[in-house]
């Protein structure tokens, strides 16, 4: 069967030391197999390590979270490879500072923007077709025969003309002397084996019994665990501690104080909780706080007001405007959401004289190697990241913000390991939140009915920036640790993409020439956040989708034209993201009458190199509850890897976005935020969920995104669908806080 | 002093008697299967079973588990064959994983009680919390699971 490389239990009980030496070991279920168990293994490259007794260990220097990426590469992998499926492993890798496993825009290595297939496919199969060429090279020194005559197979290469099978672990330690080919010959699609099919993934057999080994369950000898506290007020610093209760609470080892944090260490969780709550502390406020929601989006609304940096435009829109025969005006609103990965925030630290060690649930090793080297203050190659499961990321576990606390902690109990974990509580309080926006549009239609003009105006704060070293007086403690360790290469990569206009802010609004608009402009402003804001599924598409595509609905409406064939005109020109739009309408059955009481929505969008377009089903009872009935989502992501998980990518994608859309909110009260918890963040349950039935349309263009593109048209589609049942249009999120008894 | 039984295995823990049993679980026991979510029995992650019935460990102290038998996902079958189990495989309903050790518990502890549920049983009855949005196949592995019962 296959075996993922996981975190075994067995390492945490050896000594750190060991730990830090033997690292990744195997845990396979039913029966655990460790790497010492393994045979002999022989490292052809940086992807592919083959053992003599067969068994080929693929190399990932990706996170797995759940988008099923473990399984994508191992599948890239092995068919190149021609591997023997049943007897490929998965492991992590724990050198992220080495650069064949960067990830090209990041210049290291990171989980995000769905960039995992569609910007490193080809070195997955290349590194998979290299280890074969070589295997095939030692095979034809080994029986003396040409190469062109030997051919591979399931972990074979086979002499036809001889009769003889050579298992690729006999030939493992001759193939690693070999010189890689400089061009691998890569397959055809028609030869894949897996690449295209419907595999199951490798990691659930693990995640049935308890044995996945998440950050919060990485246990080593020794091991002490903390809690921390950040101001309640984001961005605040410690002014004052009185720690003389928690020292002398039973099982506490240390208090650290830092400039932003307080942490108990103690031995059990329970006990470094105790303790925290036992501390009195005074917190600095932060330069700028917002006393509650209105006060924020009433700063967006005077930016707004003020000067805007031109982000797009193509004609002259106030020219369009005023000869326009029909103009519509509206101001949209995106709260701010939270990640709440079921996960908490944690990670283990070690820190010893010259050497630092990181355990947990990262989605940037890269910058986490960077941020141990510099806060515990050694070279970068003495700093080991070993990435765990991660419990839920969408972006909040890219930050390395909680990482820098875990080191600075166990800084202060040097030569023991620190596990670190945040309350709930603490997690959702120091959320990177995706950032509120305000949307202020005007556009026009000609007599004609077409879309003549889109003046477009957005006040949204900044992600990007706050992770640059200058990144200004807004970044909190922690985040500026962060931004100070990013490790060169990856910092010059941040600075080529983050110029004046963070990149993330326009997606899914500007350059969306798929769309037949005859005048177009975009302005931004970018008032600073008295929140730390991040990115989040989809990050600018999320909320921006929602906006331009509610729009669209509302032009359509004032066009006198069914949603759907509205869409299909602005689309003549664009015949790819028209098929994916004629799909949606097709298979939800658009020109036929919906059932009684149920009103559909369509919505459109394009983000991360792939196209989605859902049809919403929904009701709205006569108290003005509305149910998500079905979502009919269609992706085309180009060439598919792994069906199955693009499949449950796009389920996910959209159970998250109408849980999003429905209810989710953080807002702000005192400067603090409001929802702490999951009694008052409500996020969707069982009896909330609709049906989602997801398609791929297999264009066969290059890869695209799958985690994140399905996401940003759930919540169009479902207001959509809201306004067709009752006249409201839904022109900020979340819709619970709108009444929609028809209007 | 606390006396009980996990997964078969008797115990006696001389701590804190307000510690929640999940983390007498995880930190002293060392099984880490069940997960911490929320605590405040919000999000269900933490789910075991005490005495065959579902609760959410987070919230329920060490004091109140006096020779009792509980069982966490790593009891509830040697060998990852419990009917729900098996049908969380067949159905590859997990994604990220963390809420489904407690989904899992959570649902075996339904069909203990009520081993054909409707949608609106479910409904009721799994309040758990799914960030990954897994819903629509943990409803499909629970009918499935149910028919296997």
Redesign the interface.
């Known amino acids: 069967m296959n075996t993922i490389v996981n975190l075994s ?1 067995r390492t945490f009980l050896a000594t750190s030391a060991t730990a830090a030496a033997s690292l990744v070991l195997g845990l396979t ?2 029966t655990p197999t460790f790497a010492e168990d393994e045979g002999e293994p022989s490292a052809i490259n940086a992807f592919v390590s083959l053992s003599d007794d067969g068994t080929t260990t693929i190399l990932l220097n990706k996170s797995e ?4 990426i473990f399984t994508g590469i191992a599948m890239l992998v092995a068919d190149e490879l021609d591997a023997d499926w049943a007897r490929v492993r998965v492991r992590s890798i724990t050198d992220p500072h080495r650069e064949d496993y960067w990830t090209p825009s990041y210049a290291g290595v990171g989980t995000g923007g769905s960039r995992s297939i569609r910007e490193s496919w080809m070195d997955f199969r290349r590194a998979g077709a290299a280890a074969r060429d070589m295997l095939v090279t030692a095979a034809a020194q080994r029986l003396e025969v040409p190469k062109d005559r030997l051919r591979t197979e399931n972990g074979y290469v086979i002499d036809e003309e001889n009769g003889i099978r050579l298992d690729y672990g006999e030939l493992a330690s001759l193939a690693a002397e070999q010189e890689p080919p400089a061009e691998p010959t890569l397959k055809d699609a028609d030869r894949w084996k897996l690449i295209g099919h419907a595999i ?2 490798l ?12 950050g ?2 990485v ?1 080593l000898s020794d091991m002490l ?1 903390a809690t921390a506290m950040q101001s309640p007020v984001p961005g605040g610093t410690v002014a004052d501690v009185d720690d003389a209760r928690a020292r002398a609470m ?1 099982g506490v080892a240390a208090i650290v104080r830092d400039e932003g944090f307080v942490a108990v260490v103690a ?5 470094a909780r ?1 303790g925290l709550e036992a501390l009195q502390v005074t917190w600095s406020a932060p330069e700028l706080v917002d006393e509650n929601t209105q006060a924020m989006m009433d700063r967006f609304a005077a930016a707004l007001d003020g000067e805007l940096i031109a982000a797009e435009g193509e004609g002259d829109t106030a020219a369009a405007l005023s000869s326009s025969g029909r103009v519509i005006e509206a101001e949209y609103q995106v709260p701010m959401i939270a990640h ?5 925030l944690n990670c283990t630290a070690l820190v010893e004289a010259d050497a630092c060690t990181i355990w947990g649930p990262l989605q940037t090793p890269g910058w986490a190697q960077g941020v141990g080297a510099g806060v515990a203050g050694v070279p970068i190659e003495n700093v080991v990241v070993n990435t765990t ?6 972006g909040r576990k890219f930050l390395v913000d909680f990482v820098a606390q875990a080191v600075l902690i166990a800084k202060a109990v040097p030569g023991r390991p620190v596990k670190t ?1 945040w ?3 603490e997690d959702f309080a120091q959320g990177f939140f995706r950032p509120a926006a305000l949307h202020r549009i005007r556009a026009g239609l000609d007599n004609d009915g077409a879309l003549a003009v889109w003046e477009h105006r957005l006040a949204q704060p900044s992600i990007l920036h706050r992770w640059l070293p200058e990144g200004g007086a807004m970044q909190t403690p922690l985040e500026r640790v962060a931004a100070e360790s990013l490790p060169g290469p990856m910092l010059e990569a941040r600075q080529r993409s983050v110029k004046e206009i963070d990149p993330t802010i326009p997606e899914s609004i500007a350059s969306k020439t798929y769309y037949a608009i005859g005048a177009r402009s975009l302005k931004l402003a970018m008032p600073p956040s008295s929140l730390p804001v991040g990115i989040w599924r989809s990050v600018g598409s999320s909320g921006n989708a929602f906006v331009f595509e509610s729009m669209v609905d509302e032009l359509a409406h004032a066009a006198g034209e069914d949603p759907f064939r509205f869409r299909r005109r602005l689309l003549e020109a664009s015949p790819r993201h028209l098929a994916v739009l004629d799909r949606a309408a097709e298979l939800a059955g658009w020109e036929k009458p919906a059932a009684e009481g149920r009103f559909r929505g369509i919505a459109l969008d394009a983000c991360f190199g792939s196209i989605a377009a859902h049809v919403a089903e929904v009701s709205v009872s006569e108290e003005g509850l509305p149910r998500v009935h079905r979502v009919t989502a269609v992706l085309d992501c180009g060439v598919v890897v792994n069906r ?1 998980a693009a499949l ?1 990518q796009i ?6 976005g109408v ?1 999003a859309a429905l209810a989710e909110a953080i807002t702000l009260e005192e400067g603090r935020v409001v929802e702490t ?3 008052r963040y409500r ?5 909330e ?1 609709p ?2 039935e997801a398609h791929l349309l297999e264009s066969g263009e290059a890869p695209g995104g799958v985690g994140e593109p399905a996401l940003p048209p759930v919540a169009p589609a479902v207001c959509n669908a809201i306004f067709a049942a009752t006249g409201v249009r839904v022109r900020s999120l979340p819709i619970s806080q709108h009444d929609l008894r028809r209007v | 002093m606390v006396k009980f039984n996990v997964n078969g295995e008797r115990y006696t823990l001389d701590a ?1 008697p307000d ?2 049993l999940l ?1 007498a679980l ?3 026991l ?11 029995a ?2 269900g ?1 933490c789910t075991v079973h005490v005495d065959g019935e579902p609760v959410r460990s987070c919230v329920m102290p060490l004091a109140a588990l006096e020779g009792a038998d509980v069982v ?3 009891g ?2 040697s ?2 064959t419990h009917a729900v ?1 098996a049908a ?2 067949a159905n ?10 407690g989904m ?1 518990m959570a649902v075996a502890g339904l069909l203990g009680s009520n081993p054909q549920p409707s949608d609106a049983d ?3 009855a ?14 499909a592995a629970i009918h499935d699971a149910a028919a296997k019962v």
């Open positions: 239990r279920v039913p979270m759940g988008q099923g199951e993934q990691d659930i057999p693990l995640k049935v019994n308890g044995s996945a080994v998440y919060i369950d246990r665990v039973p031995e059990t969780y329970w006990q105790q709440a990965c079921m996960e908490p499961f991660l419990g839920g990321g969408f974990v309350s709930r509580e199955r449950a389920e996910g994608a959209v159970m998250q849980s918890n999951f009694d996020v969707l349950t069982l009896a969920a049906v989602v | 804190d510690m929640p983390w995880r930190d002293l060392g099984l880490t299967g069940t997960k911490f979510g929320c605590g405040i919000a999000c992650a966490t996902i790593e509830l079958s060998d990852s189990q969380w495989i590859q309903v997990p994604q990220c994983g963390y809420c489904q050790s899992i479910i409904d009721a799994i309040t758990n919390i799914c960030r990954c949005g897994t819903h629509q196949r943990i409803r």
